[in-house]
């Protein structure tokens, strides 16, 4: 942050024909406006409090990766436990209505030689 030697600028006031009182005053103004212009960045946050932060939030992010991760799994497993119900129930459909027609073959064989 930028300061101002006051005392060496009230000098130089003073050598170029202001009074010495006037002189002071200009230049505590001069460091009152210097330091009022500057923003006060004491609430910002550091590079500690930035970097901590960070690593928080890439932690909570890993944890839920993970749970969606897991959360899949569970999912694509019941699907294929579904998908594999389904298949064996519309295989022993077929099979069923293979034996069924197979039956009514025979008997319509042995009905009409």
Not at 36 to 56: F, I, K, M, V, Y
Not at 75 to 95: P, S
Request: no cysteine; glycine share 2%.
């Amino acid at each position: 942050m930028p300061q101002i030697d006051t005392l060496a600028t009230a000098r130089r006031l003073e050598q170029a024909g202001f009074p010495t009182e006037q002189a002071r005053a200009v230049s505590e103004a001069i460091a009152d406006a210097i330091r009022d212009s500057q923003p006060d960045l004491s609430h910002l946050a550091t590079l500690e409090a930035l970097a901590r932060e960070g690593e928080r939030i890439r932690l909570e992010l890993e944890r839920i990766r993970s749970e969606l991760r897991t959360e899949f799994q569970v999912q694509i497993k019941d699907l294929e436990l579904r998908i594999a119900e389904r298949l064996r129930a519309q295989m022993i459909w077929f099979f069923s209505m293979q034996a069924a027609l197979l039956g009514i073959a025979v008997a319509i064989i042995k009905l009409f030689p």
